[in-house]
């Protein structure tokens, strides 16, 4: 639902405030106009601009007591399940969820309280944090203590809570913060190179675990889809020519809606292997249709230094690597910031990066609903953009300010021009 972003009403800054489309406390009125405009009071802007109001008033901070207290929530810890190998060299140990039990959850200006029905509870210190960002409704937290926690938001809006952990998080600190994911990092992390033995160039071993890549099969999925999505959506497709015929390559796309990375990859002549979220590889055949589709799993919540030796794998092997450099979809039909490991990764290798701008995904299916719709939308592929080599020990964040800088100017003409 547009709550699940629109958390506080726009006018008065009251939370959890629409009940059938009139805020409980003040009155404004709530009208969905399009998926990428809201009504409120009458007034039509986009939807960025009333996330923007939202996250604009202060967090409550009563003198005692929770800022923030939940509905039911369930509680999982991270798991493994042995191990992944795909082709390409693929490997990585398959992390799974393991469910704790339900509960609630309790938000103070020092920790975060989960209180347990008949299971144990759980304190989070503010300090004893490291990252926090959201999948869906379910908040993924990673401690010193107890390593990936995930609270899955069973009847609210997950993304809420979110922004307040970051609101506290910044105000526990008193310092910029400039990412929560997958590390928190604060102003000032890597103004100066850190000097350290190799890395000058990015190479790992690289071992056959499947004797085949189903081509066959491959082939007639992605013909399949190609037809399909042709009749359902009407899908334009420009700067083909712009992608290299072969050798490593990285593609990277931006990312506004769940169905980007199928809409991409039967319109490429060449194979993308895309990072993939974790959770996608839930049984075996999620796993087996992943692997064929050329995938490969990244805890996103957290470092993940097996799916970067799988990408660096990729590319070794002479592929097209594809990354969305966001890390995870947008809200709001606007772009997210780079995350900082993703550009590190893609000055360390050196390669030509294939900027995509995809125009109308975000409308098709946003991140706050389930709903898909049938829009126009259009794919257009730029030209490489060479950021040069930049081995890891001797990067800054001007570096990476300045590759970011650049992808998203790309990026920006991309989705201004196809849309």
């Given amino acids: 639902m547009i709550t699940d972003i629109i958390y506080r009403c726009p006018e008065c800054g009251v939370m959890d405030w629409c009940k059938d489309g009139k805020c409980i406390s003040c009155g404004a009125t709530l009208e969905l106009v399009s998926r990428s405009e809201v009504s409120i009071n009458g007034e039509i802007k986009p939807i960025g601009d009333w996330y923007d109001r939202v996250l604009s008033f202060d967090v409550d ?14 509680l999982s810890e991270e798991g493994t399940k042995g191990i992944y190998t795909g082709y390409a060299g693929i ?4 992390y799974v ?3 704790i039990g339900d509960g609630r959850l309790e938000l103070f200006a020092d920790r975060l309280e989960f209180i347990g029905d008949g299971t144990p509870s759980r304190t989070l210190g503010i300090k004893d944090i ?10 993924q937290i990673v401690s010193h203590e107890y390593g990936p926690l995930f609270f899955d938001f069973l009847e609210e809006s997950g993304k809420k809570w979110e922004d307040c952990l970051r609101r506290i998080i910044k105000d526990y600190y ?5 990412e929560f994911c997958p590390r928190i990092r604060k102003k000032g992390w890597l103004e100066r190179p850190r000097p350290a033995a190799g890395h000058e160039k990015l190479r790992v071993p690289v071992r056959t675990w499947r004797s085949a ?30 992608i290299p015929k072969s050798g490593p390559v990285v593609m990277m796309p931006n990312h506004s809606s769940f169905l980007d990375s199928i809409i991409l990859v039967p319109f490429s002549p060449r194979k993308i292997w895309f990072m993939a979220k974790n959770s996608e590889y839930k049984s075996e055949i999620h796993k087996f249709l992943m692997g064929i589709a050329g995938s490969f799993p990244v805890r996103r919540y957290t470092t993940d230094f097996q799916a970067v030796r799988n990408a660096v794998r990729v590319v070794q092997e002479g592929h097209v690597l594809g990354i969305f450099p966001e890390g995870e979809r947008c809200w709001d039909n606007r772009l997210l910031p780079y995350k900082i490991g993703t550009m590190r990764l893609i000055l360390a290798l050196g390669l030509s990066v294939v900027p995509v701008g995809v125009s109308g995904a975000y409308a098709l299916m946003p991140r706050w609903t389930h709903d898909i719709k049938r829009v126009p939308i259009t794919i257009r592929i730029g030209k490489p ?10 990067q800054t964040m001007n570096d990476i300010r300045t590759a970011s800088q650049s992808l998203k100017e790309a990026m920006n003409a991309l989705i201004g021009e196809g849309s």
């Fill in 385 to 394: 953009v060479n950021l040069g080599h930049i081995p890891v020990p001797k």
């Fill in 174 to 178: 008193s310092e910029d913060i400039i």
């Fill in 91 to 94: 490997v990585s140990t398959h």
């Fill in 61 to 74: 901070m009563p003198e005692s007591g929770p800022v923030l207290k939940s509905k039911k929530i369930r």
């Fill in 213 to 242: 890549e189903h081509p066959l099969f491959f082939a007639f999925a992605k013909r399949l889809m190609k037809i399909v999505l042709g009749a359902a959506f009407k899908i334009k497709v420009e700067g083909i020519e712009n």
């Fill in 130 to 139: 490291l990252a926090v960002t959201i999948e869906s409704d379910t908040l």
């Fill in 97 to 99: 969820r393991k469910p």
